[in-house]
């Protein structure tokens, strides 16, 4: 599933995210314009107010003048306020509610990506879309987008003044201005491109950061302490240089325009002073000019520097589209059919698969899994084994053959419908930052707790969870790193009970549990399984023994196919891996049951 670029022009992403994300809010944003139009008019009344200060109050000494003025600046001033609070307040509701529901839009977006985008893209860099990207687009629409608005207003209505005062003036401001035109734009060039490059290198560095904290009980076990510091201080390094010369970059632009504007000053008071001591303009027309220049130079600042703040926020907003507008490979076809399960026969036919590194996982599989039977995989790690129990949910389509349950193509029945039909148990336990209750509930939300009870104590989890300070509404950490692996994997089970599915899937469910505890867990694995069809993925040899059919699986191939008593029949592949299975047995006459033998693809 490769992201397919969108346009990266400017004109481009900005239509686009107008029409997706801001036009639902244009009521807002007019009222909003509206409110920035009155900031602007007010700005250019203060402006305007400064002619009868010069002329009248402090020429003419007009003393009616004098009360009157004052009054109109305060009035002015607190329109301008409420004005200004006003639309400050809608932009920013504006400009937050886009953001939260980008964010909205591109989780549930990529949640619903294929099994092989996670394993394919860092998580990191997907926390980094959703963090460092989502933040520049925060500037970019409440800055750039919405900013320019309101600054552009306020430079009208002041450019208004100055032409009314004096046109020739106001000319020499417009002759000054595009000058500055052709060093903003390749500014903003650089920037887009410079802060590319610093999203991509955040992303890493946030997976960096998370392949460290997750592995630091194996970062401790090797005293790797030193050398993990050394390689994220070369990335916090990389980050720190591209940020730089962002900053570097977009510093550039206040210079330009400063300079500019002293250029801009000198011209005009030579100009305007010349004009005043000729007579033909009066010292308040001046002033109000001059003062009308002045509060211009703000807005007339900030345009300058939109382009660089739009084009940083652009460089996000590129990246963003690309994840939304990459498409999951594996979908449910349109008006599919609800999976109608009879007895939960699962076939695989003749099916291919090979992983997107080239790599080989199956070669024309053919095996069938009777419905209500139970059915083991065995073989050495990697033959292919959780490469079959991945086809089954279609969390993996294959390349050719098919997959069918109940005789039909699981290809071509609605996927949820699929999913719901199936209970799943892993090695890896998946547990999160919540209650017992809510784990064990996880894919069953609407379970009464009673259920959950009944199913944590089938599970032989329910007198270590009463045990809890809690009990079971007792936080559990990230990834239950409150609890043991016994533990952590006794809830995994408890989870699939309740879900109570009529196709059961055991990729090495008890491989993390002690020999007792693992026995308390196949006693409650075995009323799980009673009339269910299940697929269980053997770590133990020996747990699988009563299994309907073992199929020995090697090299993506079935290599034997029968019960564990015609298998040891054989004396073939089977034979020999659970000879070497007892083999510790006899060596020490342990009765446990060893863990030698299939390990998980």
């Known amino acids: 599933m490769t992201p397919e670029a969108p346009p990266s022009s400017t004109r481009a992403l900005l239509k686009r995210l107008i029409r997706e994300h801001v036009r639902p809010h244009l009521p807002r944003l007019g009222m909003a314009m509206l409110l920035m139009a009155i900031v602007a008019c007010s700005t250019a009344a203060l402006a305007y107010l400064m002619e009868p200060v010069m002329d009248d109050v402090f020429d003419k000494q007009d003393r009616e003048m004098l009360i009157a003025v004052p009054i109109a600046i305060l009035v002015v001033t607190l329109i301008k306020g409420a004005a200004t609070y006003g639309q400050a307040v809608l932009l920013a509701f504006v400009g937050q509610r886009i953001i939260a529901d980008l964010q909205n839009r591109l989780f549930r977006h990529v949640i619903h990506f294929d099994l092989a985008f996670f394993h394919d ?10 963090t460092n990207d989502i933040n520049l687009m925060r500037n970019a629409v409440a800055n750039a987008i919405t900013g320019a608005i309101k600054d552009t207003l306020t430079l009208l209505f002041l450019v208004g003044v100055m032409f009314e005062k004096d046109w020739k003036l106001a000319l020499i401001a417009f002759f000054v201005f595009p000058l500055a035109v052709y060093p903003i734009i390749r500014i903003g060039r650089r920037m887009r491109k410079v802060s590319t490059s610093a999203l991509g290198e955040l992303g890493s560095f946030t997976a960096r950061l998370n392949e460290a904290f997750q592995g630091a009980r194996h970062v401790k076990a090797y005293n790797m302490e030193d050398f993990e510091s050394t390689r994220t201080e070369r990335r916090i390094e990389t980050v720190f240089r591209l940020i730089f010369k962002a900053l570097r970059t977009r510093a550039a632009a206040s210079p330009i325009m400063e300079t500019l504007g002293g250029v801009f000053i000198a011209l005009i ?9 000729d007579g033909s303009l009066t010292k308040g027309e001046f002033m109000a000019f001059v003062t009308a220049m002045l509060l211009a130079y703000q807005p007339l600042k900030a345009l300058a520097n939109l382009n660089t703040n739009l084009q940083e926020g652009l460089a996000a907003t590129e990246r963003v589209f690309t994840i939304l507008d990459t498409k999951p490979t594996i979908t449910t076809t349109p008006n599919a059919p609800d999976l109608k399960i009879a007895g939960g026969e699962i076939v695989f036919e ?3 698969f090979t992983y997107g590194t080239g790599t080989a996982a199956l070669h024309d599989i053919s095996l069938e899994v009777p419905a209500g039977k139970s059915v083991a995989l065995v073989g050495p790690s990697g033959a292919g084994k959780s490469t079959i129990l991945n086809l089954i949910p279609r969390f ?17 029945v609605d996927l949820t419908s699929l999913r719901d039909a199936i209970g799943l148990v892993s090695q890896e336990t998946v547990l999160f930052d919540d209650s017992v209750s809510a784990n064990i509930a996880y894919g069953r939300m609407n379970a009464s707790k009673d259920e959950i009870i009944e199913a944590a104590k089938n599970a032989g989890a329910h007198e270590f969870i009463t045990e809890m300070p809690n009990g079971y509404g ?3 950490g990230e990834q239950g790193a409150k609890l043991s692996g016994g533990q952590r994997q006794r809830l995994s089970i408890a989870r699939a009970m309740l879900k109570d599915a009529p196709i059961l899937l055991l990729d090495e469910a008890t491989s993390a549990l002690d020999p007792e505890t693992e026995r308390l867990i196949q006693k409650s694995l075995s009323r799980l399984m009673h009339g269910r069809t299940t697929l269980v993925i053997a770590h133990r040899l020996a747990t699988v023994q009563e299994a ?5 699986i090697e090299e993506g191939r079935v290599m034997e196919s029968g019960s564990h008593r015609s298998l040891m029949a054989k004396d073939g592949a089977y034979a020999r891996l659970y000879s070497l299975e007892l083999m510790p047995e006899r060596i020490t006459g342990d009765t446990g049951e060893s863990s030698v033998g299939g390990a998980a693809d």
Do not use: E
């Open 121 to 130: 893209t860092a998580s990191g860099k997907l926390v980094s879309r959703m």
């Open 548 to 552: 309907d059919i073992i199929h020995y």
């Open 350 to 352: 003749n099916v291919r």
């Open 396 to 412: 993996y389509d294959p390349d050719s053959g098919h997959v069918a349950i109940d005789g039909t193509d699981v290809t071509t």
């Open 474 to 476: 007792t936080m559990i």
């Open 269 to 277: 008071i030579l100009y305007g002073g010349w004009q005043v001591i």
